[in-house]
């Protein structure tokens, strides 16, 4: 059962490194906008009030200082960019990414 209203999960989805979803909820589609960074479209918009949470899973510990986040020049109604860096200011693909919007429309 779902549930909708106040402080609900918006949207979430569980995608790999082509940007190819393994499963989710209201998000349309994902873009794959070059090594490590990844535009997420959610199938309904909402305002830009909500809140991201974002995870990364990998084989092995190759790189442990790799940092997700989020471009906070890219959050719009229904669409932001995830990014992924790496120590030296590269960017890199991760096995899998995960991520849940919470929001309170």
Excluded at 6 to 16: D, G, L, P, Y
Excluded at 60 to 77: A, C, E, H, K, W
Aim: proline share 1%; with cysteine; glycine share 12%.
């Amino acid at each position: 059962m779902a549930y909708f209203g106040e402080n609900a999960c918006r949207a979430w989805t569980k995608f790999n490194g082509s940007g190819s979803q393994s499963d989710s909820y209201n998000v349309s589609s994902i873009d794959d906008d070059g090594v490590g960074i990844f535009g997420v479209n959610m199938g309904d918009s909402t305002n830009t009030n909500y809140c991201v949470l974002t995870g990364y899973s990998q084989q092995q510990r190759t790189n442990p200082n790799r940092v997700l986040f989020i471009r906070r020049d890219s959050i719009g109604n229904g669409a932001f960019d995830v990014e992924i860096n790496i120590g030296h200011g590269g960017t890199a693909d991760v096995d899998f990414y995960f991520v849940n919007v919470m929001s309170d429309n």
